[in-house]
Every structure is written in C-alpha cells, then in structure tokens.
Nanobody
Framework: VQLQASGGGLAQAGGSLRLSCVVS????????MGWFRQYPGKEREFVGG????????YYADSVKGRFTISRDNARDTVYLQMNSLKPEDTAVYYC????????????????WGQGTLVTVSS
C-alpha cells in the first residue's frame, strides 16, 4: 500500500489550501484515514480522521471549524481542505491509513504518505 500526499505550498494567513492523498496498491475503502502534521523537532500530531464510510469525522481542537476532511472511495483519495489558515498551521502534513479503528495516535496507523509542506505567511 502506498500513500501519496500532495497539495502543499505557500499560503497567506486567512487563505486556503487543499491537500490530497491518493492510495494505491489497494483500494481506499478498507481504510480509516487520518491526517497528521509535524513541526520541526516535534512529534507528529493528529489533525483529523475519517471513518471508512465517511460517516464519522474527528478533528483536533486546533483545526476544528477551519479544516474539513473528506474522502472519495471511488477515486481512492482523501482530502484535507484547510481554510482560514494561520501561521501556526505551518508544518509538514502527512496522511495515514489504518486497518483498525479511527485513532488519534501515530502508532494506530499502519501506512504513511511522504508528507507535504504547508507554509502560511503572516
């Protein structure tokens, strides 16, 4: 299973970006999907996650109301729509897949993408 994240780049504070994560090697539908981010020198932190059907979605408090996760099982793609971006959202963002449950810990995910850098200028 491979995950390919894309869509990162430079945005101004208050702006928007949409990240995509394409799953290959297997279809997306068996996986719970999560998004994490990592600041330099810090541990990866949970941003949000979505269940297999998309019926349950959880967000970290820091992004709630600004970020939206969605999935298109037919396209084997998960999205992270990021609105009202803040400079503190600057990080490397990772998508991850779990064969078990929708968790918030790095250890609960089985497959990881390579990361995409998001930079938000003030």
């Amino acid at each position: 299973v491979q995950l390919q994240a894309s869509g990162g780049g430079l945005a101004q504070a208050g702006g928007s970006l949409r990240l995509s994560c394409v799953v290959s090697g297997r279809t997306l539908s068996p996986f719970v999907m999560g998004w994490f981010r990592q600041y330099p020198g810090k541990e990866r932190e949970f941003v949000g996650g979505i269940s297999r059907s998309g019926g349950r979605i959880y967000y970290a408090d820091s992004v709630k109301g600004r970020f939206t996760i969605s999935r298109d099982n037919a396209r084997d793609t998960v999205y992270l729509q990021m609105n009202s971006l803040k400079p503190e959202d600057t990080a490397v963002y990772y998508c991850a897949a779990s064969v078990e449950f929708l968790g918030t810990l790095v250890s609960e995910y089985d497959y990881w993408g390579q990361g995409t850098l998001v930079t938000v200028s003030s």
